[in-house]
């Protein structure tokens, strides 16, 4: 049986108040790790800390806006002064623009691939710095998406942050390997996260059955025929992680109930 146990292990996770970060940051307290948070939400990130505090480990949190390196750096530096080492970064920071291709504005825009690429750009970008500082070894996972993987009809720049995210995976690893630093992503498919109510909410339009209409997004995606949860995009998160992972580089693993195959 494939066991985790992060014991004596330091994790960084961005976005991780609420959805998939929390999840995954819930998952490495679980299996020992200690666990630094960072959100937007000083509220999310500080109930997601004290979730955390019934497994005995060390945690804490950052307030932080993963558009702004400058507060990711802040973020780091909490994190080291607190474990003396960063082994782990998970960047799972993301937003969800349901604008039309034609009508989003070039600000809106920038702030949408602001977030969701260049957030995880400066999270991989201090990960690998502090990591070879600290002598080498470690592991990096990007939260990116099924939906980075090809081209979308009522989404497209969402796809087009999240593949460049899968992009910018591979080209962190090709200069992580060398260091021992493990870079890879995880593409998530349906979770019903307070992302996805945003995305229910401006495709039913007011008055309408939101469970109904993911019911029917859900079915016309998924073979498998249901969502998929937070945690088992943890357990990925975790398995890409650990030492069973050490000869997985630059590569991006679906957890989409058949939604993508490839």
Known sequence: MMVFDFSG?????????????????????????????????????????????????????????????????????????????????VNSAGVFMTRHLIEATPEEIKRHLDINLMGAVYGCQLALETMIRQGGGGKIVNIASVGGRHGELDFPYYALGKAGVLNWTQSVAYNAAPHGINCNAVCPGIIRTPMWESILEAVAGEGADRDALFDEMLKSRTPLGRAQTGEEMAYAVLF???????????????????????
């Open 9 to 89: 292990k330091n994790a960084l996770v961005t976005g991780a108040g609420s959805g998939i970060g929390r999840a995954v940051a819930l998952q490495f307290a679980e299996a020992g790790a200690n666990v630094w948070v960072g959100d937007i939400s000083g509220d999310n990130a500080a109930g997601a800390v004290a979730e955390m505090g019934r497994h005995g480990g060390s945690y804490g949190f950052t307030v932080v806006d993963v558009s702004r390196k400058d507060d990711l750096t802040v973020m780091f530096a909490g994190a080291a002064r607190a474990f003396g080492r960063i082994d782990i970064v």
């Open 240 to 262: 890409l992680s650990s030492g069973y992972a050490d000869a997985i580089v630059g590569q991006a693993l679906n957890v989409c109930g058949g939604s993508v195959m490839s």
